[in-house]
């Protein structure tokens, strides 16, 4: 079994990340159709302002550099 994708740490569950990834994808997931109504941005669109914006977490980032990265 490997690690979570993004840092190697035993994964949560069936997720493919880690306990602290897996929160932080969850976090995006939940904060999206807020700032899709809002800008109406697509996921992608959403992901790379996310991960410009200086008060998002290194967890989050590394999430966003992930999932751009087609991972």
């Given at each position: 079994m490997t690690g979570c994708r993004v840092c190697?740490?035993?994964k949560?569950?069936?997720s493919v990340y880690?306990?602290?990834h897996q929160a932080a994808y969850?976090?995006?997931e939940e904060s999206y159709p807020h700032w899709r109504r809002?800008?109406?941005l697509s996921w992608s669109e959403y992901l790379e302002k996310v991960?410009?914006?200086s008060g998002t977490g290194v967890w989050v980032k590394e999430v966003v550099d992930d999932v751009l990265a087609g991972g």
């Open positions: 190697g740490r035993e949560s569950g069936g880690c306990e602290r969850g976090n995006l809002a800008l109406g991960g410009k914006v």
